[in-house]
């Protein structure tokens, strides 16, 4: 259970480094200390406290929780190798510090290469796929999953529909990620009209790839409501599928919301932020879903088929688990 | 042996972020200047010079006001002033930092000063926030204040650079080795968004800034048929055609720009 909790704080300080990096990005300071990985000459750890001002506040501070949330990942992943008896945690556990570690690179690689976009991107969606192994590796070391109150859902519909909603938002998020180091946010500068109508006069990269995410949000929201409206109704008495379901909706409406009044604000560097962690949160939330509705597939005890309603199934132990 | 695996890469990783570094910074090498190619000699018994006014038509939008909280030592360096950006200098219906320099018409190849152009950061101002060096000309960059700069050039026919400057006093020099396409090269400071300046690129010395009243003088011109331009970092370009004739001072080389809506 420990290890669980500590899981959940490395999740929890992965979304504070997210938090970081979209400010950096959200307030154009991803070159405000040029070298690395040393900063302005100085080993990052000894850099001076009071040279913390402007633009180097935000990118090396970025750079300290992220050699936080590094060493943090040391300790999970040896943590995991220690403890876990299932292979695949295991191996898993050093994934999120081979993500982690390159997710390092990557951010030295674009300061040092001037921010091209194409690896700014891959920074950014690296760090979504951290995050989720971040947050994976929390929920199989839950109580919950070890030991369901129920026996597992087996829905085939319902996973289909799930990955789809969570492959989705990933593409979403690269899109996303594409128009953001793109400098490509207020390519189009009005909302929720298209330079007041519904396809943009022009076309250019930014224009394409601005009206991509777009797109992609309204494919998001149907996607996560066709996944939450499947739980509600299918299955209503589970709440291990139901409140991340509700969750999901709650979030991609006040992420839609963010989207909106980032043209509205022009940028606000608060709300272009806050639209780079809900993101986050919308995936993990999808993913912790679909993962769920996956649990059946890890074995440990007899199936549900869908619409029957069981009673509590005895405890599913990880000698249950398959390797 | 999994694990042994997987720490060869962990260590190097953390061990580059940790120890990258000593405890000071290092000063960044200064550029070498290019030789100078056989020059093109302009006869002083007969160069020309072209001299004009850049004129601004309407009232131009306030300069917007920097907020430098992000910084204590910009704040101290401005104590006591409303600092703005300097994007509209104007005195008596003329306008300044406008770069003014022939785009056309000249031939040959001119000789490569060898005096730097100085360039300063101070007061968390980049100064002169307008100016033009020749290709081969050193460019000094000097950080005058006490506090941390970067110096980011994003030319596009030259290499982008970000050079660090975190100590007051620290000279950099970079020198570009082209002819700057769009002929005009931002500068910016990542740390102090504010921080901006323009600096055009030729790989000849016929280029002014105009003054704050707009006036501007290109001299030791060549006699000749010409493209002069004049570039703002606002109000866009415009071009003129001029005929200089050998000795000859040419005083109306005149451009006006429009404060709303651009050239004219």
Not at chain 1, 97 to 108: H, I, N, S
Not at chain 2, 247 to 262: C, I, L, M, P
Request: proline share 7%.
């Amino acid at each position: 259970m420990w290890l669980h909790r500590y899981a959940k704080f490395v999740s929890a300080a992965t979304v504070l480094l997210i938090v970081a990096g979209g400010l950096v990005t959200s307030t154009g300071s991803g070159l405000a200390v040029p070298d690395w990985p040393t900063s302005y000459g100085w080993n990052m750890f000894t850099f001076p406290m009071k040279h913390m001002v402007g633009g180097i506040f935000y990118e090396h501070g970025h750079r300290l929780i992220a050699s936080g949330v590094g060493f943090l990942t040391i300790a999970l992943a040896f943590w995991i190798w220690r403890a876990e008896p299932r292979r695949w945690m295991r191996r898993l556990g050093f994934t999120a510090l081979a993500a982690v570690c390159v997710q390092g690179l990557l951010g030295g690689i674009t300061v040092l290469w001037f921010l091209p976009t194409p690896v700014s991107t891959a920074h950014a969606g690296l760090a979504q796929i951290f995050f989720c192994l971040t947050v994976a590796i929390s929920l199989f070391t839950s109580r919950g999953w070890d030991e369901p109150a129920a026996e597992p859902v087996d829905d085939r519909l319902l996973r289909l529909v799930a990955t789809t909603t969570t492959a989705l938002i990933y593409v979403q998020i690269l899109v996303g990620a594409t128009m953001r180091h793109s400098d490509a946010g207020l390519a189009i500068p009005d909302f929720p009209f298209v330079f007041g109508g519904l396809l943009p006069p022009e076309w250019t990269s930014q224009i394409a790839v601005h009206y991509a995410h777009r797109v992609g949000a309204l494919l998001v929201v149907f996607a996560i409501a066709a996944t939450a409206g499947h739980v509600w109704f299918r299955h209503p008495h589970r709440p291990e599928l139901r409140r991340p379901a509700t969750i999901l909706m709650c979030l991609v409406l006040t992420q839609a919301t963010l989207g909106a009044y980032v043209i509205w604000s022009e940028k606000n560097v608060l709300i272009n932020t806050a639209h780079v962690v809900v993101g986050a949160l919308t995936l993990a939330t999808s993913l912790v879903l679909t993962l769920r509705s996956y649990r059946v597939r890890f074995g440990g005890g007899a199936t549900v088929p869908v619409r029957v309603r069981q009673p509590v199934a005895p405890s599913l132990g990880r000698s249950g688990a398959h390797a | 042996m999994h694990l042994r695996l997987f720490a060869v890469p962990i260590v190097l990783s953390f061990a580059v972020a940790a120890c990258g570094g000593g405890s000071q910074p290092a000063e960044t090498p200064a550029a070498t200047s290019e030789a100078p190619a056989a020059a093109t000699t302009v006869d002083p018994a007969t160069a020309a010079t072209v001299a004009g006014k850049i004129g601004l038509e309407g009232t131009p939008p306030a300069n917007a006001p920097i907020q430098m909280k992000a910084d204590p030592a910009c704040m101290a360096a401005n104590k006591g002033q409303t600092p703005t950006q300097e994007t509209f200098i104007s005195e008596g219906g003329g306008l300044g930092n406008v770069f003014v320099y022939v785009q056309s018409g000249l031939s040959g190849t001119f000789p490569t000063p060898t005096t730097p152009a100085v360039f300063d950061q101070r007061g968390c101002h980049y100064v002169p926030h307008v100016f033009g060096v020749q290709v081969g000309q050193p460019i000094e960059i000097v950080n005058s204040d006490p506090t941390l700069h970067n110096i980011h050039a994003t030319p596009k026919t030259n290499t982008e650079f970000n050079t660090a400057q975190p100590i007051q006093g620290m000279k950099t020099s970079h020198t570009f080795t082209a002819k700057e396409a769009d002929v005009i090269v931002p500068f910016k400071c990542d740390v102090h968004g504010w921080m901006n300046a323009y600096v055009g690129v030729l790989d000849h010395p016929y280029f002014a800034v105009s003054k704050p009243d707009g006036s501007f003088s290109i001299p030791n011109l060549p006699p000749g048929s010409y493209t002069l331009a004049a570039w703002h970092e606002r109000l866009g370009t415009q071009t003129m055609q001029v005929t200089v004739a050998a000795k000859e001072s040419k005083a109306d080389a005149n451009f006006t720009f429009k404060a709303a809506g651009g050239a004219n």
